[in-house]
């Protein structure tokens, strides 16, 4: 099955500075990647998502960029605030394979801490 | 309504109780999923129900048995649990399995077993 890769674990930033968070993925038949944030306590909630025919995708502060050839997909927080505090965790769905279909594979997850 | 609703919030049971869990969604989305999350892991899937119909079980334990009784709601029916079956339960839905739509996550209900 898919294997998704999510580095780094923990990122401290001080605010205003940008994170970015980096992913891998093993199988090339994944063709959507969204990501989650996840607040303390809290659901997880899609932030941004990204499909293979785009290789780029902004959204006010957030942007997704994918790289098909290479397997890797990255998240890009600009300008953090401490309410971008949370666990990120990045996403991979494969198109064609009957159970797999429609299946998120989750990154193990980032720990991203904005410090005032 | 774009909202995925869980009830109970909160649930503690003794390992020879019999509980339930309810999610529901009125957006129409024909895809429904149970994950478990343990603290600071992702989701980790369960059950899948594609049209009302169980599409994936992920050699999940008897002890847990899921039902979708309509397009709208999902319920886990738990029993004999154990105290590591503790975790955050979150219920998910999208449009349809098939066509990759996002999955939308409920506020989960937080489970301790004793």
């Known amino acids: 099955g898919e294997n998704v890769e999510q580095h780094p674990s923990t990122l401290s930033v001080q605010e205003g500075d940008s994170a970015v968070i980096k992913c891998t993925y093993s199988d090339s038949a994944s063709n959507y990647f969204p990501w989650y944030k996840q607040e303390l306590g809290k659901r997880p909630q899609l932030i941004i998502d990204i499909r293979s025919n785009v290789g780029e995708k902004k959204d006010q502060r957030i942007a997704v960029t994918l790289n098909k050839t290479a397997k890797h997909f990255s998240l890009h927080i600009t300008e953090t605030q401490p309410e971008d505090s949370a666990v990120y965790f990045c996403a991979a769905t494969p198109a064609d394979r009957g159970s797999t279909l429609g299946r998120l594979y989750f990154g193990r997850g980032t720990q991203l801490t904005v410090w005032p | 309504d774009t909202e995925v609703t869980q009830t109970p919030k909160h649930l503690v049971m003794g390992m020879t109780n019999k509980k339930s869990l309810k999610c529901e969604q009125h957006?129409?989305?024909?895809?429904m999923y149970w994950y478990k999350q343990k603290a600071k892991k992702p989701p980790e899937l369960m059950f899948v129900y594609s049209y009302e119909k169980l599409s994936i079980n992920e050699s999940v334990p008897s002890r847990f048995s899921p039902e979708c009784p309509n397009s709208s709601l999902l319920n886990l029916h738990l029993h004999a649990l154990q105290p590591e079956d503790s975790a955050l339960y979150l219920c998910?839905?999208?449009?349809?399995?098939?066509?990759?739509?996002?999955?939308?996550f409920g506020p989960g209900t937080r489970l301790l077993v004793l």
């Open positions: 957006m129409g989305h024909r895809a």
């Open positions: 998910a839905s999208s449009q349809d399995r098939r066509r990759q739509e996002t999955q939308y």
